[in-house]
Nanobody, 118 residues
Framework: QERLTESGGGSVRAGESLRLSCAASGVIVKPYTMGWYRQTPGEQRELVATIDSVGGETYADSVKGRFTISGDSAEKTVYLQMNNLKPEDTAVYYC????????????WGQGTQVTVSS
């Protein structure tokens, strides 16, 4: 069973930075995407950023230019560098890994809270 372990959440002021990390254990079959989603109470979980197994990146419009996703496929880790944080970035951030080829699967981390105060 795949397991995703997240770290790096916390409370910061607007304009500050945080870096989230997610490490996957077990076997990940390529091709896959790894990334981050976020959710606030009463809202649907939304995509923040993903990176695929050949390095292709996807970002939500709301974070483009402020957030950067990176990954290490050998170490099965993904990072999210979040700069110039805004109060509207406050959410629980979830790591996700998804098989997108012949073998499909999807796993979620437990979530890490990011709180940005004005």
């Amino acid at each position: 069973q795949e397991r995703l372990t997240e770290s790096g959440g916390g409370s910061v002021r607007a304009g500050e930075s945080l870096r989230l990390s997610c490490a996957a254990s077990g076997v990940i079959v390529k091709p896959y995407t790894m990334g981050w989603y976020r959710q606030t109470p009463g809202e649907q979980r939304e995509l923040v950023a993903t990176i695929d197994s050949v390095g292709g990146e996807t970002y939500a419009d709301s974070v483009k230019g402020r957030f950067t996703i990176s990954g290490d496929s050998a170490e099965k880790t993904v990072y999210l560098q979040m700069n110039n944080l805004k109060p509207e970035d406050t959410a629980v951030y979830y790591c996700n890994v998804k098989g997108v080829g012949f073998i499909t699967y999807e796993f979620w981390g437990q979530g890490t809270q990011v709180t940005v105060s004005s």
